[in-house]
């Protein structure tokens, strides 16, 4: 048997969950187990639990934080847990034709999936870095925020109007640059991937374009990688109530140098984002199909 893989890639808080959300919900098998909702996450992650907890041992195996937002990023997994990583493979081969995952750690694993995949597809999703970093300090303090609002009503009142703000921009100045760091890494590591990928096998689209574009990346999916899609518009499950536009300058101690990086990352990935957007305007039989579902 023949198995079609699709990986999605891409930084936390970069639109994964929404679009495998709408990738399950047009039929792709994205998990026998998944991940529960969240706060970060109130639809749903998503993430296939296997990949997650064997992505989890790995960092944590190593010190690195299993929510891989934290150094060291370079890892090379053993003999082991390459093992490990193919039998999970093996299991979702065996029990399925066309599959998926969606797991935000898998970035830091792209140069072995490659070597266990040889033929597997990659849809990438692109956010920029300041929405990223924004949004993961965003969902950090949620949870502080929550905290102090479950407490009697003094407390409350005194966390509201003389002491939220001030931990928020505490909060920002303490883990902008460790979130920056993370977003360069991760993005990166997609560059490094993409560079070694055919043309063919992957697709690239940013988070903004996916709500306008959706039908042109289903009929692309169906007709060029041949996953036995049914069509639903992005709309469907896209809630834009929960997403986070929050649009703020970095802090005064934003590193400089990591902050230049970024933006030359980011540079990198826009190439690739044209290209596919190329690939998705002149795919053979995808854009009929995807003016036809329009």
């Known amino acids: 048997m023949t198995n079609h893989v699709l990986v999605v890639t891409g930084m936390h808080r970069s639109g994964t969950s929404l679009i495998t959300h709408w990738l399950?919900?047009?039929?792709?098998?994205?998990?026998?187990?998944?991940l529960d909702a969240g706060n970060g996450n109130v639809e749903g992650h998503f993430e296939d639990?296997?990949?997650?907890?064997l992505?989890?041992?790995?960092?944590?195996?190593?010190?690195?934080?299993?929510?891989?937002?934290?150094?060291?990023?370079?890892?090379?997994?053993?003999?082991?847990?390459?093992?490990?990583?193919a039998a999970v493979i093996a299991v979702k081969n065996a029990r399925f034709a066309h599959w998926g995952w969606k797991e935000p750690r898998t970035c830091l694993f792209l140069?072995?999936?490659?070597?266990?995949?040889?033929?597997?597809r990659y849809l990438v999703l692109l956010r920029d870095y300041d929405e990223v970093v924004q949004s993961l300090l965003k969902r950090d303090f949620a949870y502080v925020d929550d905290k102090y609002r479950a407490r009697s009503w003094p407390y409350r009142l005194v966390w509201q109007y003389l002491a939220r703000a001030q931990r928020?921009?505490?909060?920002?100045?303490?883990?902008?640059?460790?979130y920056l760091k993370a977003w360069v890494v991760y993005n990166q590591m997609i560059v490094a991937a993409l560079r070694q990928l055919p043309a063919e096998r992957y697709l690239v689209v940013s988070y903004e374009s996916m709500q306008r574009q959706c039908a042109a990346v289903h009929a692309f999916l169906s007709t060029r990688w041949s996953f036995p899609l049914r069509y639903?518009?992005?709309?469907?499950?896209?809630?834009?109530?929960?997403?986070?536009?929050?649009?703020?300058?970095?802090?005064?101690?934003?590193d400089r140098?990591?902050?230049?990086?970024?933006?030359?990352?980011?540079?990198?990935?826009?190439?690739?984002?044209?290209?596919?957007?190329?690939?998705?305007?002149?795919?053979?039989?995808?854009?009929?199909?995807a003016?036809?579902?329009d």
């Open 55 to 85: 992505h989890e041992e790995m960092l944590g195996a190593r010190g690195a934080g299993t929510d891989g937002l934290r150094a060291p990023y370079e890892i090379r997994p053993t003999s082991y847990e390459k093992a490990k990583m």
């Open 232 to 254: 639903r518009t992005f709309s469907s499950i896209y809630r834009s109530e929960l997403i986070s536009r929050q649009a703020e300058a970095p802090p005064p101690n934003v």
């Open 168 to 178: 928020r921009d505490k909060h920002r100045h303490h883990h902008y640059n460790r």
């Open 24 to 34: 399950h919900a047009c039929g792709l098998q994205v998990g026998e187990t998944l």
């Open 257 to 289: 140098d990591l902050l230049a990086q970024a933006r030359q990352v980011h540079a990198q990935l826009q190439h690739y984002l044209q290209a596919s957007q190329h690939s998705l305007a002149t795919a053979p039989g995808a854009v009929q199909v």
């Open 49 to 53: 639990l296997e990949f997650l907890k």
């Open 291 to 293: 003016e036809k579902l």
């Open 111 to 120: 140069d072995t999936y490659a070597e266990l995949l040889p033929q597997a």
